[in-house]
């Protein structure tokens, strides 16, 4: 994660930092949690769907998510059919 953050750091640093539009530090609070939740997305789906692998899949994302493929793989991941055990 810390590498997506420095990725994107020099093009949101305007937006974070309130310097194109004189925004302070809660603008630049709100650009930063928007972000991160775009982040988790796949996440988000896992959890909402209470996929049996939600945990591999945030780690999957946390670890990998700075890249395109590591993105999109757990969000493919997370919307697979969800294994639910059967009760005898």
Avoid: C
Avoid at 13 to 28: M, Q
């Amino acid at each position: 994660m810390a590498w997506t953050i420095l990725a994107i750091t020099p093009f949101a640093a305007p937006l974070i930092f309130g310097a194109s539009n004189g925004g302070g530090a809660a603008h630049g609070l709100m650009v930063l949690i928007l972000l991160l939740a775009i982040y988790f997305v796949p996440w988000f789906v896992a959890r909402s769907r209470q996929h049996h692998a939600t945990d591999a899949i945030f780690i999957a994302n946390l670890v990998l998510g700075w890249t395109l493929l590591g993105w999109f793989g757990p969000l493919a991941w997370a919307a697979m059919p969800v294994e639910r055990e059967q009760v005898a």
